[in-house]
DNA sequence: CTACACAAGATTGTCAACAATCTGGCATGA
DNA sequence: TCATGCCAGATTGTTGACAATCTTGTGTAG
């Protein structure tokens, strides 16, 4: 057993930082939550500069934000910012759903439809943090198959933020992928037919930003509208 | 005068990262060389908290390689990151130079083209680092153009890469971009011709990958090389 | 002569105490 | 009643000492 003091914290700080990662995406903490060093240090039993740099770590990514001697919250994107984000969003996975279709074997489709069919079950159950994450999955999955860890890692950052937006402009959290659109890119990719897979997820990620646009037309809901005033 | 402690550290930290980071891109660190936490505290008369803050900026960005109880050193590319760092560039500043030929006013055309003019200056000056720089400081004011700050920044961390890619591979540092192309590129940006300039962007970059690539085809230069055995 | 083990010095990693800053409540006075 | 200033508690930021780890030089045995 090599018990290394170092690897020991770095695990100990991967666990930390999936712990929070994961409480930001399923929703239970919503943008704004305050997140104190003193409570997490308790939580996880680590010690404060631990907790710190796994803050920074969710900072750097902008799923935090750390205001100056003020305290780390979770990141509350403005409306400039998702505009950017969905338009980021849509350059990155427009690049890597082409390269996804050059370099996809058949043992990959078959990974992509069975997270398809898992979809599709989720869809009747009612596991709504599950589904909301399911739906990131895909899009995930299909990035891996680009071969190109720099820019899967850039869709990783933008597809969270992109579920903080969610979170925060559809509070019910009935903003998720459609499962057949999903469906009609997978079939684009079997036949190597990047340029059409391209159409599709524009399309596809077009509706997911106009089904939110819709319902906050320009604003981020305001401690106004929360109070239902 | 408003003397907060914090905020003059803020300053320090962000005045020793410029200072590293301009060190980096202009070759006078090269990639592999050690940044020993002492020696830089020293150096800025910094706290080792400090310094160890501003290292941890700078491997997020992928410029330095922290290695655990190893210390820092200046990153290097491997010949798969090279590739991957390329194919992202292209697909990043593809869509950037589009969202930019959309957006770009006379005032911004007008900005480029002395830009332009400086490039040309240098060109004949003999001034190797500034030379390397202002080749990338037209793809990055470009990019600023797309009004998409998260895409800029993307753009930022690969041209930065980009840059230690030449320093690793093109040591004579012969490898700039050609100031004809970008000559070309605002031409079409000027006329919100954004297919053209998106088209121009990848030539021009593919022409810079190819003439990296031709001179190492396939490895970095092992220790065995760099000693001329 | 080579390979291996060990130890000293140098370097990085961690923690706990101390300092600076912010927040919210209370008192004061107009 | 309301606005202002100030203080205490809570929270975050920083530092220096200590612990763990690595590097390198030396010695020893085969």
Known sequence: MDERVTEESLEAENRIYARIFDGIMDRRLTPGTKLPERELCELFSASRSLVRRVLQR??????????????????????????????????????????????????DIDGLRQQLHVEHEAMHGSDQPAWARLASTFHLRVARLANNAILENYLKEIVSRCSLIVALYEPQGNAACEHDEHAGIVACLERGDGENAARLMEEHLVELERHICLRQPDARPSLKDRLGL
């Open 58 to 107: 969710l900072a750097h990514y902008h799923v935090v934000e750390l205001r100056p001697n003020r305290g780390a919250i979770v990141a509350t994107p403005t409306p400039e910012e998702t505009r950017q984000i969905f338009q980021a969003r849509r350059a990155l996975e427009g690049a890597l759903v082409r390269l996804a279709a050059q370099h996809a074997t058949p043992a």
